[in-house]
């Protein structure tokens, strides 16, 4: 069993910064892709982005391109989501997941393993 904690939500103000965090244990997952997702309320649960464990390989929705930036550190067992220039439309619950077969990237319905999400507010 894969466990994945994120961390790092809060509230900003318009234009600024967050970074969360996500840290895996419980099993290895060399060959997964880790995903960011995000849910505001009364919406569906939204691809952010996602990237390969093995080589790095990252993948952006629309929503996100040149703003966030996916990484990670294999040493620590972390991913991590740098949002920068946040607007108040990226006000959600960001979950982090894993793909344990490495083939759904932005369906959240391919993905095994979810943490428990953190809420990031962004006032304008």
């Known amino acids: 069993q894969l466990q994945l904690v994120e961390s790092g939500g809060g509230l900003v103000q318009a234009g600024g910064s967050l970074r969360l965090s996500c840290a895996a244990s419980?099993?290895?997952?060399?060959?997964?892709?880790m995903g960011w997702f995000r849910q505001a309320p009364g919406k569906e649960r939204q691809f952010v982005a996602a990237i390969r464990w093995s080589d790095g390989r990252a993948s952006y929705a629309d929503s996100g391109k040149g703003r966030f930036i996916i990484f990670r550190d294999r040493a620590e067992n972390m991913v991590f989501l740098q949002m920068n220039s946040l607007k108040p439309e990226d006000t959600a619950v960001y979950y982090c997941?894993?793909?344990?077969?490495?083939?759904?990237?932005?369906?959240?319905?391919?993905?095994?393993?979810w943490g428990q999400g953190t809420q990031v507010a962004v006032s304008s």
């Open positions: 419980g099993r290895t997952f060399s060959s997964y892709v």
């Open positions: 997941a894993a793909d344990s077969m490495a083939t759904a990237w932005s369906s959240p319905m391919g993905y095994d393993y």
